[in-house]
Each structure stands twice: as C-alpha cells, then as structure tokens.
C-alpha cells in the first residue's frame, strides 16, 4: 500500500474480477475500499475455484485475494429498505461509488447515479459494464471470456493461422487488465473534482478494455480494409523475431527489429558465423525472400542445446532477447525480487503468500499488502464509524440486515 490516495474513501458494490479489481489497486494506491457483500451468499468468487486450481494450504483462495486485497468488507443485503438506507449513508460518506451492477438492477434498487447523487452530490460513480452504456448489449452481463476474448477480438488475434481452435484465455485475462482501467479513470476523475468541484462518472467495458488492448490490429484492419495478416512461427517475416525451442523442450524469444544491427553478433553466439555469410540470410531483404529456410535453420541450431547453454551464450547480448518463464518460476526471477513485484502478505490463518501487485509503483517504493477481508468482517467497525451505536447493530443483524 501507498499513500497516494490517503483519504479517499471507496464504496464498493461488486462482484467477480473486473470490478473488484479496480478497487484492489485503488487501496493498492492507500484508498479506504469498503466492499458491500451480501450478509448470506458475500461475493460469489468467494465459493468457486475455477482452472482445475483448489485452494491452497489453510484454504487460501487466491481468486479472491487477489481482486480483494487491502479492502474492508461488510455484509449488507441492500435489497431491504434498512439496508439500502445504510448503504445511501454510507455513500454519503464517500469519494467514490463503484459498482458492475447491470442498469436495471441498479434502477430497481435505487442506486442510479441521479439517485446516489442525491444523496452526494460530489461523488465519482464508477461503472464496469460487459459491452458499453449505449446500443443493444448495453444492459446484458459479460464475462471477460465473451465480452474480451471474444468479441474483442483478443482470442481470434491469437488464432492459428490453419482454422483449429483458438487458445481458451487464461483466467480473470481481461479482467485485471480492465479493472487496472477503471482505478486510472477514477484517479483521473479524482483529479479534476480537486480542480473543479465538478464530479465524473466513469465508465470502463470490457469490449472497449479489448479494443484499446488490440489497437494495432484494430487500427490496421480498418485503414486497410481488411484483417492484420497473420503468420505462423514458421515463416515469421522477421526469423530473429520468433520463439525458438531449446533441446530441453524451453523456449526463447528474440526480439531483434533491427536485425542487421544484430545478426553478425547473434550468428556468432549461435556458433554459426557463416551464416552471415550465407547469401541466403546475409541481409533483412535476404532473410524474409527465405524465412521458411532460415528459421528452420535457427530451429535446428537451439534445438542442439539445452536452455542454460543458451543463457551463457547469449549473456552480455545488446539485442533484446528473453526465457519464456512459467507462472511458478516468476516467483524466484531475480528481477521480480529486487523490485517488489510479488509482495507478500499474511491471512487471518497464518498463510502466508504472494500477491501480484499493482504494476504502478510510486517513488521506486514496492507495495505492502494485506490480505483480502473475511466476508463481512469489518461490518461493526464501518456501521460504528457512521454513527450506529451497539443497539442499533443488533437490531439490523437480528433483521438479516447485516452479516
């Protein structure tokens, strides 16, 4: 946690990834995030564990910790009168309202943005949606995988070229890369009420998450009237921007745009300074009239040795180049240690784990985390900071209005 958004109170009203990621990083940045869950079933992502993945040691579900972290929660079923009521005063006390909830839920329960700012008038009211405020889909839910990946564009981006199925995306994908969206719109929202007084509404869908993220190809496809190409690793146009296998089965990717800086050095690390002589692949024009036949020679050459041959050769190499790690060797990469990238916290269990943190980071300074609330855990304490008394907790819990 920082303190760049100290003071800054955010109700949260959502569920899932998307949203809730959003709310992560604005107590990631030192915001107060007050998560408003039902008092019975709390954040369904409480219950799943999805991709075959179950959870850890004490119980640690990472699903929610992750998008949950740093935040209070409370259990409040605002679909009662009483509840609504606490709800609207808790509002009152706010920076910013945050919610994935679909507009007519939002009408029925009364939580509009007219009706919230009613009650106050200065607050920033945050929106995550699936497909945008506006056309046919506006009032229809969506999921990363539909709303992102699919209709994005994302996945048919990552297609292979021979018609097979595209790849299924990974997890929360275009979630946590949306919800980082919304907390930018909201700083930026936050910044201009400090200016003017004048408070936004901000909203963030995951179609438009898609398209931004896609923008080359998107931008492209329309002022060429037609798809991006795509090519298959095998007659990239570039060879010495590929993926390469090495004989232990890992793979390393080179990134050398300025191939002809580079080849000469690059052939000799390889061992093969004849190639640059190769009137085949001695020049970029060269090498893409024979990518076919250059890259199944590069193919062959990494495929003679094991990957930490590879390092050492390529140690010390001004081109851009890298391993392809897996999601649990990130955890030991020495470059994600010096700089805080996986800061690690404790639960109320004694687990102790690492968190992804935010990817912003203020004055080189990494991020200390605490760990997702228990469902409902901090009800008491924010009902208490709004002017309940003890009488007054009892009786809204009696009432199932409370957790």
């Known amino acids: 946690m920082t303190d ?6 955010v109700v949260e ?9 959003a709310g992560a ?4 940045w030192g915001a107060d995030v007050i998560k408003v869950e039902h008092p019975e079933t709390g954040d369904p992502q409480r219950g799943l564990i999805n991709s075959g993945i179950v959870a850890g040691a004490g119980g640690v579900n990472h699903f929610v910790e992750q998008p949950n972290r740093g935040k ?25 309202f945050l919610t994935n909830l679909l507009p007519d839920s939002r009408r029925r329960m009364g939580i ?10 200065k607050i920033i009211y945050a929106r995550g949606h699936g497909y945008g405020t506006k056309g046919e889909a506006a009032n229809q839910g969506g999921f990363d995988l539909a709303a992102y990946w699919a209709r994005g564009g994302i996945g048919d981006g990552y297609a292979a070229t021979d018609g097979s199925y595209p790849p299924l995306q990974l997890p929360a994908f275009g979630d946590v890369y949306g919800g980082l969206t919304i907390a930018a719109g909201i700083a930026g929202a936050l910044v201009k009420r400090e200016r003017t007084g004048e408070p936004s509404v901000v909203d963030v869908s995951l179609l438009s998450a898609a398209i931004w993220q896609l923008g080359p190809n998107i931008v492209g496809a329309g002022v060429t009237g037609r798809d991006v190409p795509k090519f298959s690793l095998e007659e990239m146009p570039n060879p010495a921007v590929n993926l390469y296998k090495t004989r232990d089965g890992r793979f390393i990717a080179f990134v050398l745009l300025q191939a002809d800086r580079f080849w000469s050095d690059f052939c000799a690390r390889l061992g093969r300074p004849d190639l640059t002589s190769d009137d085949r692949f001695a020049t970029a024009p060269k090498r893409f009239e024979n990518r076919r036949e250059c890259i199944a020679e590069l193919r062959a050459i990494f495929a003679t040795e094991d990957l930490a041959h590879w390092e050492k050769s390529f140690a010390g190499f001004e081109g851009v180049w890298d391993v392809m790690r897996t999601a649990h ?3 030991a990469d020495p470059q994600v240690i010096a700089n805080g990238y996986l800061p690690r916290t404790t639960d109320a269990n004694g687990n102790e784990f690492a968190l992804a943190g935010s990817p912003v980071q203020f004055d080189e300074t990494p991020l200390e985390l605490t760990c997702a ?11 208490a900071e709004l002017g309940y008394d003890e009488d007054q907790i009892i009786d809204l819990k009696i009432k199932s209005v409370l957790l």
């Open 373 to 383: 609330p228990g469902h409902g855990e901090h009800t008491d304490e924010v009902l």
């Open 72 to 96: 209070r929660s409370i259990g409040l079923d605002t679909s009662s009168p009483e509840g609504r009521e606490v709800l609207m005063k808790l509002i009152e006390s706010a920076d910013v």
């Open 329 to 331: 060797e990130i955890h």
């Open 112 to 121: 509009d943005v007219d009706q919230v700012r009613a009650r106050n008038p």
């Open 25 to 28: 990083v604005l107590a990631d």
């Open 13 to 21: 009203l959502a569920a899932w990834t998307f949203v809730p990621a």
């Open 4 to 9: 760049v958004l100290s003071g800054i109170r």
